[in-house]
């Protein structure tokens, strides 16, 4: 719903669907930062080519970098993906998977603030 909206605003939904190989596609663990005790907390990310026809029949090539989410294991097995590509400059696209997971990490983050919010004002309030 949410991200409906969003495509909306932003004009995606007039853009145009094609389906996007996946060339190339390398999945890679990648060190993201320290814990308190020192231990190195590692992620993946995967990096990859992906290519599409326009509706003209010009091909057109762009390099993706996705972190972490089921898309960047998804694309590992060179599976094609949906995008929307810009009719005006049909290089620039939209990759909706990508946008979900960003928005369904953000709303993780929003619910597990306002768990805490509501845990701390009930031990304030005994």
Do not use: C
Request: proline share 2%; hydrophobic share 45%.
């Amino acid at each position: 719903m949410l991200i409906e909206i969003w495509e909306r605003l932003r004009g995606y939904d007039k853009w145009i669907q094609a389906e996007a190989a996946v060339n190339s596609w390398k999945v890679e663990k990648v060190f993201l930062r320290r814990a308190k005790g020192g231990a190195r907390i590692y992620g993946w990310v995967g990096k990859g080519q992906i290519e599409w026809i326009d509706q003209t029949g010009v091909r057109h090539s762009q390099s993706v970098q996705l972190s972490k989410g089921t898309l960047v294991f998804k694309m590992h097995g060179l599976s094609p993906i949906v995008i929307r590509y810009d009719p005006v400059s049909p290089s620039i696209f939209y990759l909706r998977e990508h946008l979900r997971y960003r928005v369904n990490n953000i709303a993780q983050v929003i619910i597990g603030v306002f768990v805490l919010i509501a845990i701390a004002a009930a031990i304030l309030r005994t």
